[in-house]
């Protein structure tokens, strides 16, 4: 697997619009900041959470607050639904939804395997040179989804994870299917 190293001025500087998307109001706070936690992240130094999904998992995150405001800011401030007393956190979770996204692709392996997901993949990035990037805003759609249907709480998020990559993972072995927008799950999302 390739590694790409991203220069910490880019790191800063995409953290620095995540912001600025997420809460556009207000007062962007120091990079090493309590008020990190608010968005989802662990640490107050969000920089050393996205070690899994790499820099693409900023990226992700940041496609997702530009292309689908709406659901971004539903997702991020839980405004559906039921919410749990521990929730999933955000930033987090987008994370992990980047790096499971890539292992279920297959996407970071050198033997790559042609799974019908891998198949179909590869189908939609004729039409959609994001798609992997839509993928990622539905995925998190659908785990939301999911994670209230569920009633689910902090301790049960791998599960949930796992069983949302594994709707997605259906989702895309479906025949004729050449675009994310053409997904059953896509309606979810919202602009």
């Not at 890539?102 to 050198?110: I, T, V, Y």
């Amino acid at each position: 697997m390739c590694h790409l190293i991203v220069p910490l001025s880019s790191t800063r500087d995409a953290l620095k619009e995540l912001w600025r998307l997420a809460y556009p109001n207000r007062e962007l706070p120091p990079l090493k900041s309590d008020l990190w936690k608010e968005m989802g992240w662990q640490n107050s130094d969000p920089a050393t959470d996205f070690r899994s999904g790499g820099f693409m998992s900023l990226e992700n995150l940041i496609y997702f607050a530009r292309n689908y405001p709406d659901s971004f800011h539903r997702l991020l401030h839980k405004a559906d639904g039921e919410r749990a007393e521990w929730e999933y956190p955000f930033a987090v979770a987008g994370v992990n939804i980047s790096y499971m996204l890539a292992q279920m692709l297959d996407l970071q392996s050198e033997n790559r395997r042609s799974s019908k997901a891998r198949v179909g993949f590869a189908q939609l990035l004729e039409d959609d040179e994001m798609a992997f990037d839509n993928l990622f805003c539905l995925a998190f759609q659908m785990l939301d989804a999911q994670w209230l249907a569920r009633r689910a709480s902090y301790m049960e998020f791998n599960e949930v994870l796992k069983s949302t990559l594994g709707q997605l993972e259906q989702e895309l072995t479906i025949g004729g299917v050449s675009r994310v927008q053409n997904l059953p799950s896509f309606r979810m999302l919202r602009r």
